[in-house]
DNA sequence: CAAATCAGCCAAAGCGCTTTGGAAGACTCT
DNA sequence: AGAGTCTTCCAAAGCGCTTTGGCTGATTTG
């Protein structure tokens, strides 16, 4: 069934039907109802190749999805995902992720803009004057930033979470008990969460006019096994950090493997702090001992986005508005005054 | 640039380049070569869009996302969005994920074959006499299912891993080493892949006269917590396994924690043994106990897949062509002997 | 009352490609 | 030499939608 066949039964122009079912005021209503109606009676579906090809509007959206061999996709992407598909379920909107050499995502920007491919875009884990960003904001299709990045002369859209807020409050209150040596476990540092994050971390010990060590502050892809060659390496030191804030729960397990095997306990040897974007299958709650940690849904993250996305489509929402959510400190038994 | 002003500028028709473009025959090879370099001189590609329209060809594989407030995704999908990225990337094959409400998964699937949004479609997790699988049989898509399904008088094509044969090793490697109790920790067996673990693990058992204790078989979905609390009740029995088979990495964090909070070592009080797909986060080899592990890389089946795809949407493959990938046994140093 | 306005509809021209059904010329064959 | 056969190309008809530009008859306006 096509809109000629629907209009034909109706006996009425294409135009008209077209215009009917989109919405345009210039249909009486009366002649809207039938077209509406008949369209639903025989389930009339507008065919959307056809329609990209007239306006070039496709509803879906896109993500660049870097790969190589040596690129694993973050782990965080399938819940990011879920919260994206919460919202977009409902709104038809599908997502078309188009695989990219993590060393030359240009081309499949330029491709997917340039063949219209997509409404709209998102970008993740940005970096300091991020190029991904540049080349988008001047291809000009519509686009948010899941992450903030940094050094550019325009404004963008994005949605970020306080990383740097909540990296000071978790430090602030270990300093609070008493705390000088603390060390932070942290993501690859090339990503501007990660500065964020280190950031947040010396404004509070600067606050209390602490410095971290110079070895204190390390950065690292988040494994399990990386936490534990960090939390090991930091540990064996002469003067061992005695509070350690860390990126991810999942380098958190490697800290407590590590702990364990050096026969140290939480809290009283170390007391620990990690940062947890609320995966289903692994809860700091039941870490051996309860882990503190800062606390942002990923997930939520993903719907707000993907519902932004919808509306910058929509033309609903325009300009570079910046969205920054602030973050819970959830405070657990990992965490206790410094030792003796 | 498009088709006509590129076949103005060669004095040629649009059919004459298309086809000469397209690889057909009925066009001379010196024109074929005069036109594929005014197109790579011009930089032109052809509009996917208006190639779509025209051909009813996309150029996409899709997959149906289920969400919903309580569904989670699974994690292993990331990795094996590894694998398809590493295959897709290199030609120029996208993904659409297409979000659907979990409970009515159909619609989506109807609506994605009637549009011709995408070429082919693969199907993951499918559980007995899976619905999704007849439903996309019967609409005539391309199509290849991650895993297998049962109880289908139809063949189709799939790509799995020998689950039954390696727990059926797994548990048989345990009995041999004296083990008499042992316990499954699967995963949710309304999906084939638990249902054929748990398969191999009772033949293992039935070869020595063995029968599974009545509670030592459990089914839970995959997070570190079921497999604290699935461990923990097992252990506190009257008469507990001496070793217990896994279905996940993630769940065998939750078995060791449970052990550790009962006091009980690896492998002197018990044996265990964890189904490992391998993600770079978490690495069997670095749990406090090495652990031994089933072993098969989800994301060379994402590439798999995508490579098969590929070649039936060019029809290069037909048929219902099943492929059952076999699996590493790999022990490590959490398995010994059944105690005293 | 003629002129201007307007609501409501339509025919047709795109969008950019593929593909059908020839046609023209070159070549073979008897 | 004329009939048949290839080879190589082309014009035009789709694919199914949106959108431009206009047309008609009814209503308002000076």
Chains 1, 2 share one sequence.
Request: aromatic share 6%.
């Amino acid at each position: 069934m096509n809109l000629k066949q629907l209009s034909h039964m109706l006996s009425l122009s294409q135009t008209t039907v077209s215009r009917a079912l989109n919405g345009y005021p210039e249909v009486s209503e009366e002649t809207r109802r039938r077209v509406m109606d008949a369209a639903k009676r025989h389930g009339y579906r507008p065919n959307p190749s056809a329609r990209r090809l007239a306006t070039g509007k496709s509803g879906m959206i896109g993500y660049v999805l870097p790969t190589g061999n040596a690129v694993d996709i973050d782990p965080h992407f399938v819940e990011f995902l879920s919260g994206l598909g919460d919202y977009a379920r409902s709104h038809e909107l599908d997502l078309v992720l188009s695989p990219a050499d993590a060393d030359d995502q240009e081309t499949t920007y330029r491709r997917i803009v340039a063949n219209r491919q997509v409404d709209a875009v998102y970008i993740s884990s940005p970096r300091p004057a991020d190029r991904r960003l540049a080349l988008v904001n001047t291809l000009g299709i519509p686009f948010i930033v899941h992450g903030r990045s940094e050094g550019f002369d325009f404004d963008y859209p994005y949605l970020d979470i306080d990383n740097e807020g909540a990296f000071h409050e978790a430090a602030r209150l270990l300093v609070q008990l008493g705390h000088k040596r603390l060390a932070l476990i942290n993501g690859d540092d090339r990503e501007t969460f990660a500065i964020h994050r280190e950031r947040g971390v010396r404004r509070a010990l600067a606050a209390s006019g602490l410095t971290p060590g110079e070895r204190h502050i390390c950065s690292l892809t988040m494994t399990e096994e990386n936490g534990y060659r960090a939390a090991r390496r930091l540990l064996e030191e002469s003067e061992p950090p005695t509070a350690i804030v860390c990126s991810s729960l999942i380098m958190a397990l490697g800290v407590v493997r590590a702990l364990r095997d050096l026969g140290l306990t939480i809290p009283s040897d170390l007391s620990l702090v990690a940062h947890d974007d609320v995966f289903p299958w692994l809860r700091p709650e039941n870490f051996p001992v309860p882990l503190s940690t800062t606390r942002s849904s990923i997930r939520l993250a993903g719907a707000r986005i993907a519902e932004r996305l919808a509306a910058r489509i929509s033309g609903l929402e325009e300009g570079a508005r910046g969205e920054v959510w602030p973050v819970d400190l959830v405070v657990r038994g990992s965490v206790a005054g410094a030792p003796g």
